[in-house]
């Protein structure tokens, strides 16, 4: 079986949507195994520079929204104190080639989403007493550009339960930063890095347009949306895009330039064209290929 094939940004800021699912697509994901695999997330995001933007965990599988730092902007103290933090071996005589080895890792996506993954299987493997894998393929990862392409991600991944029909409300479902963020958590496990957003309420009237979910006030008047030009995505995030979790790349134009030319020898001479992502949004979207369906 071919891998699946990914593009990252290595040693510098990047934005991604990772999905990752079971193996077989089998619900092993209950309300425990769900608690865990946040509790995972929590742990390796306070070891890594990997910020989140978003998550989402299902019965069979899970979203996350993440920034990766850049290994110039990392602070050799800061990296020794996380280590340390994590029962790491490590001494104040640290040589700069080990610095320099865990700043390339800790940056890494797949190196965080590795230990993600590792961790939580070993887990749930023991507390069932089983063997084998339990994750499916390798995890599918999108390069996403930061501004309105990463907002608009953030609300898709945030509404998976509506478009599940699991509930009607995004605060209605647990497991979802929607959920985390409203509970004013303390743990500081999320960010909104480069979406724009200034507040969670800002975000809420935002989830709230793009989604359009009914939300009243007293007067019986509709609340939350941002504008005229945003009701006419009428709709669009309660169907899956699959152009926000098939396709490698996603963004503006300028930004899918910006990917050929950073992963030029990855890619065929005759693919490089900005494809139109054929959503109905104030604004176009661009993706690095150009899928069957939406």
Not at 83 to 99: A, Q, V, Y
Request: with cysteine.
């Amino acid at each position: 079986m071919a891998r699946t094939k990914r593009f990252k940004i290595n040693g510098d800021v990047g934005y991604y949507h990772v999905i990752s699912r079971t193996v077989g697509g089998e619900f092993l994901l209950g309300d425990v195994e769900k608690e865990k695999l946040l509790s995972v997330i929590k742990q390796f995001s306070s070891l890594y520079f990997v910020s989140v933007i978003g998550y989402c965990i299902m019965d069979n599988h899970f979203h996350l929204l993440v920034k990766t730092s850049s290994v110039e902007d990392i602070d050799n103290e800061e990296l020794k104190e996380r280590l340390s933090r994590h029962n790491k071996n490590i001494s104040d005589e640290i040589t700069e080639s080990e610095i320099i080895k865990y700043k390339k890792k800790l940056t890494d996506i797949s190196e965080y989403v590795k230990s993600i993954k590792m961790t939580f299987s070993r887990w749930y493997n023991k507390r069932n007493n089983r063997k084998g894998y339990f994750w499916g393929d390798r995890f599918k990862s999108v390069l996403v550009e930061s501004g309105e392409s990463l907002l608009n991600m953030l609300a898709y991944i945030d509404l998976n339960p509506v478009r599940a029909k699991i509930c009607n409300k995004p605060e209605e479902y647990r497991w979802s930063s929607f959920s985390h963020r409203l509970a004013k958590s303390s743990d500081d496990l999320l960010s909104f890095e480069g979406t724009e957003i200034d507040s969670f309420k800002d975000y809420v009237s935002f989830v709230y347009g793009v989604g359009k979910l009914e939300k009243k006030t007293e007067k019986g008047k509709e609340k939350g949306r941002i504008s005229d030009e945003t009701d006419a995505a009428v709709n669009i995030w309660h169907h899956k895009v699959r152009y926000f979790t098939d396709t490698l790349v996603i963004g503006s134009k300028g930004f899918i330039e910006y990917a050929y030319k950073t992963f030029d020898d990855k890619i065929s001479k005759k693919e490089r064209k900005a494809h139109k992502v054929p959503i109905d949004l104030p604004y176009q979207l661009y993706s690095i290929q150009r899928l069957n369906s939406v």
